[in-house]
């Protein structure tokens, strides 16, 4: 519970907005709720067609009930994460034991991807437990003659859809394939369920919204929604320098840390079982054909974003609850060599994150002394994962049921970034309070513009809490000056000193320093000159 709670709930709304995604949600939500139109989203009073509207109401029900802030609008995605965690113990229990689902529920827990997405006002743990959770259902309804299951399983997908889109029929249909091919017996099982009437159903639950937006917007749906943010977003390369092929097989490396080793292990070791004529259980493979369709899908995409990827999350954290109940109940085995080297390796990982951690805080990083505290504690459960999994496993003895000194870490690197980190980076945010400035000041007719404000340009949008004309050129930015209505902008202090060169009356009315880019590196003691951003009005 203790680490329930820091993951998912601790401090939850206390760091404002500063990414566009999250700000860009949130903003939508509440227009929402504006409106009274809770089925076609808007943003900034304009049709936003990124994704269908079943996040954003869940999202605009949390701000009904906490009003509009951020708490409100990072509430469902720390639900939608404890959903997912409740749906990986549940799956582990039933398919494979106790133990297995409650160890991978606690390392989900513990990952960076859900303590990170958990505080992020998007969708993607939302999506995941309706994704995971629908396929859970079809697992159990398949591999456990539970057929009644799938039914739950099929309106979960709905959700999914309603969700993100048509990704989750995608992933799910690719996991489907890969299985059936896989397993002679997967094939049975899984084309025993009632996949034709699924279909129907899913049809029935999610098609109203699609086609009532058709009806509403007609081709301007099918060309925002449809063609732009899936067909082109997927097969074309629209953005530069995007990752190569191998971007999220370092990301799962990166996040599964200090349990890398076990999945790999694990890999190796099923590789090898087949390779001497072995078969794998169904509910291994299962796993394995979900991972490789979450992974390949998104690789092949021509954009990618590291988060795209979370789905996979739980799967890969039941195979590491396989392998850490393998080791106990059979330590010394040929079968999980690879396992056992990859949970020896945990101890030394955390020990070495430490030392790193360390390093970064006393030579890099400008934050409190106290601080160091976090990776102290890191190295001494390393160390104590190091005695208690290596030595005791060569001495025959079997690991500890739960690794509760690698949680202990992560724990307290998790309660490090919300007690230290997120409060330093709360100051160097400036982009909010201008906001919250132009909000106060100007009047009922007066206009609001954001120049070139780039990533800050959502959050500008939420703190102001009204239209925004954003200006994105010289040109557009001469002509809205030009105009005789009183106007507020924000800006960076060299576009103001450029453009009164030009000859425009501008004056400034409040500036403040702060980060331009959200990246860490604003913590870092030699960090770049802070940006100045300042709030302009007619000179005149």
Same mark, same amino acid.
């Given at each position: ?6 993951? +998912?709930?601790?401090?939850? %709304? ?22 009274? $139109? ?22 605009? *029900? ?17 639900? %939608?994460? +404890? ?29 960076? %991807? ?6 992020? *006002? /998007?969708?993607?743990?939302?999506? #995941? ?5 629908? *396929? ?8 456990? $003659? ?51 009437? !699924? ?22 749906? /099918? ?9 082109? +977003? ?25 349990? #890398?080793?076990?999945?790999? %292990?694990?890999?190796?070791?099923? /590789? ?45 954290? +039941? ?44 030579? &890099? ?31 025959? !003895? ?47 007719? $007066? ?7 780039? &990533? ?50 501008? &004056? /400034? ?32």
């Amino acid at each position: 519970m203790v680490l329930l709670y820091v993951v +998912l709930f601790w401090r939850l %709304g206390t760091p404002t907005f500063w990414d566009p995604d999250e700000a860009h949600y949130a903003q939508t939500s509440r227009e929402m709720i504006e409106s009274g $139109d809770w089925l076609a989203p808007y943003y900034n009073d304009e049709p936003f067609f990124d994704k269908p509207a079943l996040f954003h109401m869940l999202q605009a *029900a949390a701000m009904g009930v906490f009003g509009p802030t951020e708490y409100a609008a990072r509430i469902v995605p720390a639900l %939608g994460a +404890l959903a997912l965690i409740a749906v990986t113990m549940w799956l582990g229990t039933v398919a494979a034991s106790r133990g297995v689902g409650l160890v991978a529920a606690l390392l989900l827990t513990a990952s960076p %991807g859900v303590f990170g997405l958990a505080r992020y *006002a /998007i969708l993607d743990t939302v999506f #995941t437990a309706f994704v995971f959770g629908g *396929a859970a259902c079809l697992a159990v309804a398949a591999l456990k $003659d539970r057929p009644r299951l799938q039914w739950p399983g099929y309106v979960c997908l709905a959700c999914a859809v309603l969700t993100k889109g048509p990704l989750a029929l995608a992933l799910c249909g690719l996991t489907l394939v890969l299985a059936c091919l896989a397993s002679h017996d997967l094939r049975r099982r899984l084309l025993g369920l009632n996949w034709v009437r !699924g279909l129907v159903l899913i049809a029935i639950v999610a098609s109203p919204w699609f086609l009532y937006m058709y009806q509403r917007f007609g081709q301007d749906f /099918i060309n925002g929604y449809l063609l732009d943010e899936n067909i082109r +977003l997927f097969a074309t390369s629209r953005f530069a320098n995007q990752p190569g092929p191998w971007f999220y097989f370092q990301i799962l490396a990166t996040g599964l840390l200090p349990w #890398t080793g076990i999945v790999i %292990g694990r890999l190796i070791d099923d /590789i090898v079982a087949v390779g001497r004529g072995e078969r794998l259980d169904a509910f291994e493979i299962l796993l394995w054909a979900w991972i490789s369709a979450v992974v390949g899908f998104f690789t092949l995409s021509a954009f990618k974003l590291d988060h795209y990827v979370f789905p996979a999350a739980p799967a890969l954290c +039941l195979l590491c609850g396989r392998g850490w109940a393998d080791l106990r109940a059979t330590p010394n085995a040929l079968r999980h060599i690879g396992t056992r080297v990859g949970a020896h390796l945990v101890g030394p990982v955390l020990v070495a994150m430490g030392v790193g951690i360390g390093y970064f805080l006393i030579a &890099r990083l400008e934050l409190p002394r106290i601080a160091t505290v976090v990776p102290v504690v890191i190295t001494l459960c390393g160390a104590a994962l190091t005695v208690s999994v290596n030595i005791q496993g060569r001495a025959g !003895g079997r690991p500890p049921r739960l690794p509760w000194f690698g949680l202990t870490a992560l724990a307290s690197a998790y309660a490090g970034l919300i007690l230290f980190a997120l409060p330093a980076l709360e100051h160097r945010k400036v982009v909010p309070e201008l906001a919250r400035f132009v909000a106060s000041q100007a009047g009922a007719n $007066d206009r609001v513009a954001s120049y070139r404000l780039n &990533r800050w340009s959502p959050v500008f949008r939420f703190y102001v809490n009204r239209h925004v004309v954003p200006l994105d050129s010289v040109a557009e930015a001469a002509a809205f000056f030009d105009a005789a209505q009183p106007f507020y902008c924000v800006m960076h202090r060299a576009a103001y000193d450029e453009f009164v060169a030009q000859g425009k009356p501008l &004056r /400034i009315l409040r500036q403040l320093d702060g980060i331009y880019a959200t990246s860490g590196r604003a913590l870092w003691r030699r960090r770049l000159s802070p940006a100045e951003f300042v709030v302009v009005t007619p000179a005149r």
